[in-house]
């Protein structure tokens, strides 16, 4: 069974950087070119957002919003994945998600495996 | 960037009826729109991929239709399961989502 897992820390002080990791299990994450690995937020005020994501040989593209602040960086051998999003403010505060970004029936991609969520509060 | 408007925000639908959710595109899509269902708590869920297709293990009593600009998330006959939110999402250009459409026990 696969599932993706987030970690880190719950609580950021503003200008600082958010940094979170996926760790995915029952998949390696450099099996298939059909997936990309990616970071999606949620807050009341923003809806659900794309942050970003990344093929496993390290290829990125980010939101054009936050592309100034974002970077995301894959470890093949630790299965995993990360999310440093720097200066933040407290419009970063927002359930942070990985979530897998598949290829589906060859046509177009869907957000087909998601991690639980952690809530990250940005505040002095 | 193609902005995705649901309605209603907030639909209140007894247990056994039917629900109808709307997804409208600001330009064309082609039938490239998921839905993805979300309850308290929890993360997304993909229901519906390429407008109309369920995902694994999703029950027959959802349905999507529609092309272009105009998508709908039907639920023949809401289980008290289905009570939850759900999205529309698209990747024209960049991923993106609905706003959220709450279905509550009437």
């Known amino acids: 069974q696969v599932q993706l897992q987030e970690s880190g820390p719950g609580l950021v002080k503003p200008s600082e950087t958010l940094s979170l990791t996926c760790s995915v299990s029952g998949y390696s994450v450099d099996s298939s070119s059909s997936h990309y690995w990616s970071w999606i937020r949620q807050s009341p005020g923003k809806g659900l957002e794309c942050i970003g994501y990344?093929?496993?040989?390290?290829?990125?593209n980010y939101n054009p919003s936050l592309k100034s602040r974002v970077a995301i960086s894959i470890d093949t051998s630790k299965n995993q994945f990360s999310l440093n999003l720097r200066s933040v403010t407290v419009a970063d505060t927002a359930v942070y998600y990985c979530?897998?970004?598949?290829?589906?029936?060859?046509?177009?991609?869907?957000?087909?495996?998601w991690g639980r969520g952690t809530l990250v509060t940005v505040s002095s | 960037d193609i902005v995705l408007t649901q309605s209603p925000a907030t639909l209140s639908v007894s247990p056994g009826e039917r629900a109808s959710l709307s997804c409208r595109a600001s330009q064309s899509i082609s039938k490239n729109l998921g839905w993805y269902q979300q309850k308290p708590g929890q993360a997304p869920r993909l229901l519906i991929y390429g407008t109309s297709t369920r995902a694994t293990g999703v029950p027959a009593r959802f349905s999507g239709s529609g092309s272009g600009t105009e998508f709908t998330l039907t639920i023949s006959s809401l289980q008290s399961e289905d009570f939850a939110v759900y999205f529309c999402?698209?990747?024209?250009?960049?991923?993106?989502f609905g706003g959220g459409t709450k279905v509550e026990i009437k």
């Open positions: 979530a897998r970004w598949t290829i589906v029936a060859g046509l177009d991609w869907y957000f087909d495996l």
């Open positions: 990344i093929f496993y040989s390290g290829t990125t």
């Open positions: 999402q698209q990747n024209h250009n960049w991923p993106a």
